[in-house]
């Protein structure tokens, strides 16, 4: 990307729910009587930003550089990979523009939790909060959402700069 230039990237995750395990979405932990499956915490949230992030790099994805057969990964927290995936940029000479994700969950609500997750998540990226845009909305009974087997997030991301050429 030359400098000055805009590059979008896209990400999705999706994660089983388990017993025995916290539910963590973008770097928050939810009270829920579940958590979500992973090799990390499995924060889809996040997940979901660090592939938009890197597709808008196109530097791969989230399992090239951060690999679920990794051991150095396992129950690592998902905001501190994505404060990794920021400081690659930044090397890079990008500057990440706005992030804009949504979480798909039957339950629980995440509205309380919304304006704690957006900080957590601006602070990470380096961005006001005003630059990270975190919405929620059901299964409304359908899938796996709705039979809530797990929860999924989408995320996009605008970076700008690199070097020139």
């Not at 939790?113 to 602070?123: F, K, M, N, Q, V």
Request: proline share 4%.
């Amino acid at each position: 990307m030359s400098g000055g230039a805009f590059a979008t990237g896209i990400g999705y995750d999706c994660h089983q729910f388990a017993a025995g395990r916290r539910l963590v979405l973008g770097g928050v932990e939810i009270p829920h009587e579940r958590g979500l499956a992973g090799h990390s915490d499995a924060d889809v949230l996040v997940h979901a930003i660090i592939d938009a992030l890197l597709g808008a790099a196109a530097m791969g994805d989230i399992g090239e550089h951060f690999p679920d057969t990794d051991e150095r990964y396992r129950d690592a927290r998902s905001i501190e990979l994505l404060r990794e995936v920021v400081a690659q940029l930044a090397a890079r000479g990008l500057q990440i523009g706005n992030v804009d994700a949504t979480v798909v969950i039957e339950r629980p609500r995440l509205a309380p939790a919304r304006e704690e997750i957006r900080a957590t998540l601006a602070a990470a990226l380096a961005l006001p909060v005003e630059r990270v845009s975190v919405k929620a909305t059901r299964g409304e009974g359908m899938g796996f959402v709705g039979r809530e087997e797990g929860v999924a997030a989408l995320a996009v991301a605008t970076l700008t700069g690199g070097p020139a050429g």
